[in-house]
């Protein structure tokens, strides 16, 4: 398992990556967060959820090892409505991000998933960087990310495709709040109390709501619609900028 689950007072469950060394995206954690927001979801003592990193990663996005042999083998890789963000950005009760290190392209993704996001202050990379190595969002990704921010916001995290510090990515929308490292758990689980507290039906069909929109277009997803990003992630541009990627988190080992 590569998400590890812990409970405190108050109804809260807390879910951390935990994929050494940067708690990078694979077919296995995206089924793990599947299988814990299910066991969160159906388990009438969790009130609320918290997502967090291990280590100094939040989450560095998707192992891109996987994604390159993912695009050579045609089969694709992506945020769809069947994958762990989708549960976790779908489920009824309140999430909030526990951004306790860099949130990177995939990681920013889970990070936007969550209805609130608080990052520990300090030099930690957030940010959507897909663009800049030929990435377009998938369906599920740009429509988690159009959703948590305005249209300018968006337009802004998207398009310059650049990592940003925790107070300027709190001043582009990406966090709701940045508090020291050592008051990080203690702010969340507080956070994380008091949305619990709230009444779980009208939570839950207020957020059903405000994602009705958005969650339509991901499950309605045509197979000509991915098949348009998939072929921008096969082009000859993108998997040249994906083995170079590569090469440097080879020579560094660590996951960008």
Known sequence: MTIETRDVDGGVRILTLNRPPANAINAELMNDLHTVCEAAKNDGAVRSVIVTGSGKFFSGGLDLKMLTTAAQGGTGSGFGSKDGVFSLWTLSKPTIAMVNGHAIAGGGIILLACDVRIAARGNAKIGLNETAIGLPLPTGAFEITALALSNRQ???????????????????????????????????????????????????????????????????????????????WTSPETMQALMKQLSGISSSGLKK
Not at 181 to 209: F, M, N, W
């Open 154 to 232: 968006a337009r802004t995290i998207m398009l310059d495709a650049e990592l940003h510090n925790p107070d300027r990515a709190r001043d582009l929308g990406m966090l709701d709040d940045v508090v020291e490292p050592s008051d990080l758990e203690r702010v969340c689980i507080e956070k994380a109390r008091l949305l619990g507290s709230y009444s779980q039906p009208a939570y839950a069909h207020t957020k059903r709501l405000l994602q009705q929109h958005a969650v339509d277009a991901v499950v309605t997803e045509t197979d000509a619609q991915r098949r348009a990003t998939f072929d921008v």
